[in-house]
Nanobody, 124 residues
Framework: QVQLVESGGGLVQAGGSLRLSCAAS????????MAWFRQAPGKEREFVGG????????YYADSVKGRFTCSRDGAKNTVYLQMNGLKPEDTAVYYC?????????????????WGQGTQVTVSS
């Protein structure tokens, strides 16, 4: 079992930046591939980006590539999503998710553990 708690969301103007954090507790954090998803009102939850359990690889959705960066700190059991160049269409609830010793995928059902989400609102 692993428990995930996101933080760092808020209101920001277009072009601004935010850094989301996801703190993990429970089973060994270093054995989990971590991902970020987001869900806008009336839309399906979509993959944003992810980082492998070793932290050696990252992968991003085309919509955020070059603007968002995933990283992880094993000492703090935390994964981060640095979001730069934010756009109004990035407005959503952002969730972190975990899957045990596996590759990053864009498929929501591949992830076993989820946080409660944090709201990001980008004003134009």
């Amino acid at each position: 079992q692993v428990q995930l708690v996101e933080s760092g969301g808020g209101l920001v103007q277009a072009g601004g930046s935010l850094r989301l954090s996801c703190a993990a507790s429970g089973r060994s954090f270093s054995t989990y591939t971590m991902a970020w998803f987001r869900q806008a009102p009336g839309k399906e939850r979509e993959f944003v980006g992810g980082i492998t359990w070793r932290g050696s690889s990252t992968y991003y959705a085309d919509s955020v590539k070059g603007r968002f960066t995933c990283s992880r700190d094993g000492a703090k059991n935390t994964v981060y999503l640095q979001m730069n160049g934010l756009k109004p269409e990035d407005t959503a609830v952002y969730y972190c998710a975990a899957r045990f010793l596996a590759a990053i995928t864009e498929i929501r059902d591949d992830y076993n553990y989820w946080g409660q989400g944090t709201q990001v609102t980008v004003s134009s």
